[in-house]
C-alpha cells in the first residue's frame, strides 16, 4: 500500500459514474451515519481501489465491490452458443460476483483509502458499496455544523464547504475535478426542519420524528459541487422569465434581507443565459445564508451557500457598500454556473480559470444591472490588489503546480482571483468584446459537462478572433510577476523598456508580450501595439501623434493593462498638470496614483515625489480615486512614523487638507437622490479625517454615536457612516476612559445583523492604547465571535503592533487549533506581520515560525515577512530623503 502515499493525484484504476449516497446527521450530538454506492469503472485491472476519505470512520465489513462486468461477457457467449437455459443459478452467481477486499487502510496523513483485494478486479462495471460514520464538525468545512437561535433557544444546522478538497470528509469519494460523476442523494433528517441539496426533492415520506428525503439525481458533475443543508430556514422565491425557480433562504424572521440578492440573481441568471449562450442548467437555484461560512460564498450547483454578509442586506441597517458586496458576490458565484460548474478546470492548478473569469464576469452583471455605480471602475481595486501581491518575489504563476490538497487552500487568493480577473480583462480589451463573448459560448458549449485546461481556452480565443491569445498570454500566466514598462521622451520618440517589476528593488527576468495602449494629450489620438521584446521606440510623428512635445502622454489608458508604467520627469509632470486641469478620465487618474506609490515603495522614486503628485488631488470627488487615495495615505503615514515620526504631525495635517475639501462638499448627511458611490464615499472620507486626529470630525463622530447608542433608530447615525463614527470614537479611548468601547460591545452583543457585527469588530481595535487592544484582540477569540469573523478584529493600528504580535505568538497554539484547517490562519499571519518594518522584526518572524510552519501558511507567512523587508527598506530610503521634511510642511500648510 506504501506506493499510494504522498501521492498528489489518485491512481487512474477506476473511474467513478454514479454515486448513490445516503446521509443521517444526528443534529443534537453533531454527527452522521452514511452509506456510499458508488458505479465504477475498472479501466485498469488491479487489486486495489484507491480514493479519498479523510476524518471519517469507515466499517471495513460493510465494504465490498460488485463486479457486473462478468455479466455481459457471458451473456453474450450464452447467445452465441444458444444455450440460454444451461446453468441459470450459477449464471446469477457469476454475474454478482462479490470481491471483499483483505485490507481497509485510511491513510490520514493523505486522506485516501486504500482497498486491497486478494483477486484482480475485472475490468468494466461494477458498484462499489461502503458505511461509514462522521463528526459534524466545527472547521467549517466538509460536513460541518452551524449555529443559530430560534426562539431564544440555540440549535445547529448541518451544512457542506466541499471546495477545495473536503468532500472526503462527509464521504468517500473521487475528490478531484476531473472525476465527474452524477449523484443521487437521500437524507433523513428531524421532520421539521428544511433539507435543501443541489437538486430539486423527488420524494419526502415521514415517518414519526423523522422524514426521508429524496432528491433528483444531478447532472455530472465534481464532488465539491456537491451540497447539502439542513436546518430550520425561511425563504423568498421569483422566477426567471424562462422559468427557473429561484429562493434565497436564510434564518427565521430575516426572509425580507433576502429580496435583494433575489432580485439581482433573477436578473443576472438571464443575462448569463444570453451571454453565455447556454441555458441555465437546472431546473432550481437556491441560494442560502450561513451563519458561520469560512468564505464568502460557495457556488455548489443549484445550491449556493453564502456568509449573511454577502447575501443579505436591511434596507435600515446594511450600508452603500454592503449592497454591493451582494450584488457582486451573487453574480460571481453565479457565473460559476457556467463557468466552474458547467465546464470544470482538470485540476486545481487551473483553479484561476474558474475564480479569476467569476470574478471578471460579475462586474460585467453588476454594470449591465446598476450602471450608476460605475462598476469598471470599481475594478481598477481588483487590479491593484492583483499587482501588490503579484510584486512579490514570493508570488506564483496564476497557473500553480498543486503537489498536495493542504496546498490548495493558498491558491485562493489575489492571483488566482484578482490578477486573473485583469488579465481575461485586459484580453477582452485587446480581442474586442464581441470576439470574446462569440468565443466564450463556443468554449463553453464544447466543454460543457467536462473538465477544461487554461490552453483548452486559449485555443477556443484563438480560433474566434483569429488572434495569436496562447503566445500572448502563456507569458501572463506560466511565470509570475508583470512588468514595469519606464516610457521616455527623446527627439519627438518614445523609448520603451520593460523590466520585472518587484517591490523588493531587486532584479527580476520575466519578460512579457505586453499590449501597450496610450493617448497623446486628447483620448482621439491614441496608439495601440504589442511590446514583444525589452525595449522598444516609436516615432511620434509617424504614429500621428504630432502634440507629443507639448501634450500630456498617458500610457495603459484606463487601466486595462496589467503592468505598471514609470514616466520620465518631464511626461510625469505634464500628467500631474493634467490630473490637476481635469483632464484624465477617473480610470487614469487612479492609475497614475497607484503606480507612483508603487514604484515609490520599491524605492524607484521617492516619497517627496509621491507626495507632490498626492496633493493634485485636492479636488478630487470620485469614489474610486479617492478610495485608493485614502488607502495609501494610511500606508505612507506608517513609513513616515517609523522613518520619521518628528514629521507625523505635519503629514496628518496635509492629508487631513487633502481630504476635508470632498468630505465638506458631502457633508455627515445623506443627500436626497445623492448616487450610491457618494454615500460609499463619505464614510471613507470622515474615517480617514478621524484616523489622522481631525479635531472636529471626531466631536461630531462623537455627539453621534453618544445619540445612536441612547436610540438605535436615530437619523443621525446611518449605517454608510457607523464605521466612520465607531473608528472616531475608538480614537479616544483608554484604559481610563473606557466609556465609548463598553458602548460600541453593547451594540455588538445587541445586534443580530452579521454587517453590523462585522463593522463594529472592524473598527474596536483601531484605539491607539496597547491595553485596550489586548482586551480587543482576546475579544475576538472569545465565544461572543464566530470563528469566520475573528479575521476583522485583527486591523490593529501602529500603536498596538507589538501587542498583537506577543498576542499572536501567546495564542498560536489556540489559533492554529482552530483556524488550522483552513484558509482564515493565513488572515492571522498577514494581517499581524505585514505592517512592520524593521530587519529585526522579519528575523524574530521567521526564528519563531521556524518551528511551527505548516503547509497552510508556508506561501503567506513568506510573503508577509517580505513585506516586512520591504517596509524597512523602503523606511531606510525615506530616513535619508533630504529634501522631506520641507516638502512635507510645505504641502501641510499650503494655501490653496
Not at 499510494?4 to 443534529?27: E, M, N, S, T, V
Not at 470622515?686 to 453618544?706: K, Q, Y
Not at 480614537?731 to 481610563?736: F, Y
Amino acid at each position: 500500500m506504501d506506493q499510494f502515499k504522498g501521492q498528489p493525484r489518485l491512481p487512474k484504476f477506476a473511474a467513478p459514474k454514479r454515486y448513490d449516497i445516503r446521509l443521517k446527521p444526528d443534529l443534537s450530538a453533531c454527527t452522521f451515519a452514511g452509506t456510499v454506492s458508488i458505479d465504477l469503472d475498472i479501466v485498469t485491472a488491479t487489486k486495489f481501489i484507491v480514493l479519498n476519505a479523510a476524518d471519517l470512520s469507515v466499517k471495513p465489513g460493510s465494504v465490498c465491490f460488485t463486479s457486473s462486468k462478468v455479466f455481459s461477457d457471458l451473456t453474450m457467449l450464452l447467445l452465441f452458443v444458444n444455450i440460454r437455459n444451461f446453468c441459470q443459478l450459477k449464471l446469477a452467481a457469476i454475474v454478482n460476483q462479490v470481491f471483499k477486499p483483505v485490507k481497509v487502510d485510511l491513510v490520514e496523513a493523505d486522506e485516501i483509502l486504500v482497498l486491497e483485494f486478494d483477486d484482480t478486479l475485472p475490468i468494466g462495471l461494477g458498484v462499489l458499496a461502503i458505511e461509514f460514520d462522521g463528526v459534524l464538525n466545527d472547521k467549517m468545512k466538509g460536513f460541518y455544523r452551524s449555529t443559530y437561535e430560534h426562539n431564544g433557544e440555540k440549535k445547529n444546522m448541518a451544512v457542506t464547504q466541499f471546495e477545495p478538497a473536503d468532500a472526503r470528509r462527509c464521504f468517500p469519494c473521487w475528490d478531484e475535478p476531473a472525476c465527474k460523476a452524477k449523484f443521487k442523494i437521500t437524507l433523513d433528517v428531524p421532520s421539521e426542519l428544511v433539507a435543501l441539496s443541489n437538486m430539486p426533492v423527488l420524494e419526502e415520506k415521514v415517518d414519526g420524528p423523522l422524514k426521508k428525503v429524496s432528491y433528483q439525481e444531478t447532472p455530472i458533475m465534481s464532488t465539491y459541487l456537491v451540497a447539502i443543508v439542513v436546518g430550520l430556514f425561511d425563504y423568498v422565491e421569483d422566477h426567471t422569465s424562462d422559468g427557473i425557480k429561484v429562493r434565497v433562504y436564510c434564518q427565521v424572521g430575516k426572509a425580507h434581507q433576502g429580496n435583494f440578492a433575489l432580485h439581482v440573481a433573477v436578473k443576472t441568471l438571464e443575462l448569463y443565459k444570453e451571454y453565455f449562450a447556454v441555458q441555465y442548467p437546472l431546473p432550481k437555484l437556491d441560494m442560502i445564508a450561513i451563519p458561520d461560512f469560512a468564505a464568502g460564498a460557495m457556488e455548489n450547483y443549484g445550491l449556493v451557500t453564502y456568509r449573511e454578509t454577502a447575501l443579505l442586506f436591511d434596507e435600515k441597517h446594511s450600508a452603500a457598500a454592503n449592497k454591493q458586496r451582494v450584488a457582486t458576490v451573487v453574480a460571481h458565484e453565479l457565473a460559476h454556473q457556467w463557468f466552474g460548474n458547467l465546464v470544470t478546470m482538470e485540476w486545481w492548478t487551473h483553479l484561476w480559470l474558474n475564480e479569476g473569469f467569476a470574478t471578471w464576469v460579475s462586474y460585467l452583471s453588476a454594470d449591465h444591472l446598476f450602471p450608476e455605480w460605475k462598476i469598471w471602475t470599481q475594478f481598477l481595486d481588483e487590479t491593484t490588489e492583483g499587482l501588490r501581491l503579484d510584486g512579490l518575489e514570493e508570488s506564483h504563476p496564476i497557473e500553480v503546480d498543486i503537489n498536495h490538497a493542504s496546498e490548495i487552500d493558498e491558491i485562493f487568493d489575489a492571483i488566482s482571483y484578482r490578477k486573473g480577473a485583469s488579465v481575461i480583462r485586459m484580453l477582452q480589451s485587446y480581442l474586442g468584446a464581441e470576439p470574446f463573448q462569440r468565443s466564450l459560448a463556443s468554449y463553453i458549449k464544447k466543454y460543457a459537462y467536462s473538465n477544461a485546461k487554461t490552453e483548452d481556452l486559449w485555443a477556443a480565443l484563438e480560433e474566434g478572433s483569429g488572434e495569436p491569445v496562447n503566445k500572448l498570454m502563456n507569458s501572463w500566466t506560466r511565470q509570475k510577476g508583470y512588468p514595469v514598462v519606464s516610457v521616455k521622451l527623446k527627439d519627438h520618440k518614445l523609448e520603451f523598456e520593460q523590466v520585472q517589476f518587484l517591490s523588493s528593488a531587486s532584479h527580476g527576468d520575466g519578460q512579457w508580450i505586453v499590449p501597450i495602449t496610450l493617448c497623446c494629450g486628447s483620448y482621439d489620438a491614441c496608439k495601440n501595439f504589442l511590446l514583444q521584446t525589452k525595449s522598444e521606440t516609436l516615432d511620434a510623428k509617424e504614429s500621428g501623434l504630432v502634440e507629443i512635445n507639448s501634450s500630456w502622454v498617458k500610457i495603459n489608458v484606463n487601466q486595462t493593462g496589467f503592468y505598471r508604467v514609470k514616466y520620465d520627469e518631464e511626461l510625469a509632470a505634464r500628467l500631474r498638470y493634467a490630473i490637476e486641469k481635469k483632464y484624465l478620465t477617473e480610470t487614469d487618474r487612479f492609475g497614475i496614483l497607484d503606480d507612483t506609490f508603487a514604484l515609490s515603495m520599491a524605492r524607484h522614486q521617492s516619497l517627496t515625489s509621491l507626495l507632490t503628485l498626492m496633493g493634485a488631488y485636492r479636488d478630487e470627488l470620485e469614489y474610486t480615486v479617492l478610495s485608493n487615495l485614502i488607502s495609501i495615505t494610511y500606508k505612507v503615514t506608517r513609513i513616515v512614523s517609523d522613518a520619521t515620526p518628528e514629521l507625523l504631525e505635519h503629514i496628518n495635517q496635509f492629508f487631513i487638507n487633502l481630504f476635508q475639501y470632498s468630505a465638506e462638499k458631502l457633508g455627515w448627511d445623506p443627500k436626497q437622490g445623492e448616487s450610491h458611490l457618494d454615500a460609499m464615499l463619505r464614510g471613507e472620507l470622515l474615517t480617514a479625517l478621524a484616523v489622522f486626529g481631525h479635531g472636529p470630525t471626531l466631536d461630531e463622530a462623537s455627539r453621534r454615536f453618544h445619540a445612536f447608542v441612547e436610540d438605535r433608530n436615530t437619523l443621525l447615525l446611518p449605517p454608510d457612516i457607523r464605521k466612520a463614527a465607531y473608528v472616531a470614537v475608538m480614537q479616544r479611548v483608554s484604559a481610563s476612559n473606557r466609556s465609548d468601547y463598553e458602548s460600541l460591545l453593547r451594540v455588538y452583543r445587541e445586534t443580530d445583523l452579521s454587517q453590523e457585527k462585522t463593522r463594529i469588530l472592524g473598527s474596536l481595535a483601531s484605539c491607539p492604547d496597547p491595553s485596550i487592544v489586548l482586551e480587543v484582540l482576546n475579544f475576538v477569540l472569545s465565544s461572543e465571535v464566530r470563528s469566520q469573523d475573528a479575521v476583522f478584529g485583527l486591523n490593529v493600528c501602529k500603536e498596538g503592533r507589538e501587542t498583537a504580535w506577543t498576542w499572536l505568538k501567546d495564542n498560536w497554539e489556540h489559533i492554529s487549533k482552530t483556524w488550522g484547517a483552513g484558509f482564515l490562519i493565513t488572515r492571522f499571519v498577514s494581517a499581524i506581520i505585514s505592517p512592520f518594518a524593521s530587519f529585526e522584526k522579519a528575523k524574530e518572524v521567521e526564528e519563531f515560525f521556524a518551528t511551527r510552519t505548516k503547509p497552510a501558511i508556508a506561501r503567506t507567512l513568506k510573503q508577509s515577512i517580505e513585506r516586512v523587508n520591504i517596509n524597512a527598506k523602503w523606511v531606510q530610503s525615506v530616513q535619508n530623503e533630504k529634501q522631506l521634511p520641507e516638502a512635507v510642511k510645505e504641502l501641510a500648510y499650503r494655501k490653496y
